[in-house]
Nanobody, 123 residues
Framework: QVQLVESGGGLVQAGGSLRLSCVAS????????LGWFRQAPGKERVFVAA???????DYADSVKGRFTISRDNAKNTVYLQMNSLKAEDAAVYYC?????????????????WGQGTQVTVSS
């Protein structure tokens, strides 16, 4: 069993930056594929970024060049650095973990989820 706890959300002006963190429990962190998803009100949960155990990274087209996912296995933590934030980035951001070898963009392929952290972008 893996438990995930996100932090780092908040209110930021358009063009600003935030760094989200997600701390995981359990001894298998280094073998997990980790992802960030987001869900805006009235919309589906969508893929943002993922990183596998070999640190291969994938991003949604909408965030490429602005967001960076990284992991620190010594701290059981995955990060999402978000720069040049736009109004359309506002959402609840969820951390997810799964046992797949490669990155996954389908939320159904992740086994564990955090509770989410709110990101609000003011224009």
């Amino acid at each position: 069993q893996v438990q995930l706890v996100e932090s780092g959300g908040g209110l930021v002006q358009a063009g600003g930056s935030l760094r989200l963190s997600c701390v995981a429990s359990g001894p298998t962190f280094s073998r997990l594929v980790l992802g960030w998803f987001r869900q805006a009100p009235g919309k589906e949960r969508v893929f943002v970024a993922a990183i596998n155990r070999l640190r291969r990274r994938d991003y949604a087209d909408s965030v490429k060049g602005r967001f960076t996912i990284s992991r620190d296995n010594a701290k059981n933590t995955v990060y999402l650095q978000m720069n040049s934030l736009k109004a359309e980035d506002a959402a609840v951001y969820y951390c997810a973990a799964g046992g797949a070898a490669n990155t996954r963009s389908n939320p159904a392929e992740y086994d564990y989820w955090g509770q989410g952290t709110q990101v609000t972008v003011s224009s």
